[in-house]
Antibody
Framework: EVQLVESGGGLIQPGGSLRLSCAAS????????MTWVRQAPGKGLEWVSL???????FYADSVKGRFTISRDSSKNTLFLQMNSLRAEDTAVYYC?????????????WGKGTTVTVSS | DIQMTQSPSSLSASVGDRVTITCRAS??????LNWYQHKTGKAPKLLIF???SLQSGVPSRFSGSGSGTDFNLTISGLQPDDFATYYC??????????FGQGTKLEIK
């Protein structure tokens, strides 16, 4: 079954760090465009970061310089390293595959992992 | 960045109704427009890509239309499973992928 499963969320103090993981089944992470999207409480979906199959990376202005997207081919897993966390980073974080067709679209999503930044 | 604006922000309807959600882009995006359905605690689900192409496995009661700056998502014959929040997303100029603010569809 094609599946993405996020993990690594939790409660973290402001200024702290957290690494999210997205384990893929029947999707080869390194052969696909992969992205992170988040949803803050009471808010809509917000794009966070993208990695191309070739390795180029992109970030929303709100996380640039603090978050790093990466992947591990041996584990077939996507990561999001989050540093210098702020209260406004509190959200459910979703990983998704991006198909570069018709522009591009996110066709497979995980169920998300919750990050709470609070003292 | 391209801004996406959805209307209405919320909508009440009954099972069997036909509903339309509108999405407007801040500049022309041709037909590079996707629609997603999201239920709390679940993975978002792709419904429509390329403004009007139905994703595999999505019921035919969902349809999309539009081009340029104005787009619609129509659900014909609402089912109980359709009550959720719907998002449009432009893919004309990415990254960043930009989403509309969402339309919450509730049972009347």
């Amino acid at each position: 079954e094609v599946q993405l499963v996020e993990s690594g969320g939790g409660l973290i103090q402001p200024g702290g760090s957290l690494r999210l993981s997205c384990a893929a089944s029947e999707i080869i992470v390194t052969s696909n465009y992969m992205t992170w999207v988040r949803q803050a409480p009471g808010k809509g979906l917000e794009w966070v970061s993208l990695i191309y199959s070739g390795g180029s990376t992109f970030y929303a202005d709100s996380v640039k310089g603090r978050f790093t997207i990466s992947r591990d081919s041996s584990k077939n897993t996507l990561f999001l390293q989050m540093n210098s966390l702020r209260a406004e980073d509190t959200a459910v974080y979703y990983c998704a595959r991006v198909l570069p067709l018709w522009g591009d679209y996110m066709d497979v999503w995980g169920k998300g992992t919750t990050v709470t930044v609070s003292s | 960045d391209i801004q996406m604006t959805q209307s209405p922000s919320s909508l009440s309807a009954s099972v069997g109704d036909r509903v339309t959600i509108t999405c407007r882009a801040s500049q022309t995006i041709s037909t590079y427009l996707n629609w997603y359905q999201h239920k709390t605690g679940k993975a978002p689900k792709l419904l429509i890509f390329g403004a009007s192409s139905l994703q595999s496995g999505v019921p035919s009661r969902f349809s999309g239309s539009g081009s340029g700056t104005d787009f619609n998502l129509t659900i014909s014959g609402l089912q109980p499973d359709d009550f959720a929040t719907y998002y449009c997303q432009q893919s004309y100029s990415t990254p960043p992928a930009t989403f509309g603010q969402g339309t919450k569809l509730e049972i009347k």
